[in-house]
């Protein structure tokens, strides 16, 4: 069975970290560009990151560049999303998606083929 599981999400204080573990089973990441995404309650679904698997190349969106890092961990098929000096604006439901192309389009993977069921960060005092 082909999935992404992501974990790690939580109730944090603004200036707090967090960080998101994106899991793959049924296939392989390495040869897959990774991003994350999030959807706050009546926005839009926006990217927030990703990761290149042709030479592991990073991307952020201006909101969370210089506070959030994401990498990877081939041997064990998954993807991080390290938060660091959270704000209440980055809360959301954050999601992991993966790409069968070795590149980002920009901060996002073009074309996702598979998405993972998401995991709630909330970011108040």
């Known amino acids: 069975q082909v999935q992404l599981v992501e974990s790690g999400g939580g109730l944090v204080q603004p200036g707090g970290s967090l960080r998101l573990s994106c899991a793959a089973s049924g296939f392989t990441l390495d040869y897959y560009a990774i991003g994350w995404f999030r959807q706050a309650p009546g926005k839009e679904r926006e990217g927030v990151s990703c990761?290149?698997?042709?030479?592991?190349?990073?991307y952020y969106a201006d909101s969370v560049k210089g506070r959030f890092t994401i990498s990877r961990d081939n041997a064990k098929n998954t993807v991080y999303l390290q938060m660091n000096s959270l704000k209440p604006e980055d809360t959301a439901v954050y999601y992991c998606a993966a790409d069968f192309d070795a590149y980002c389009s920009g901060y996002v993977p073009l074309r996702p083929d598979y998405w993972g069921q998401g995991t709630q960060v909330t970011v108040s005092s």
């Open positions: 990761i290149s698997s042709s030479d592991g190349s990073t």
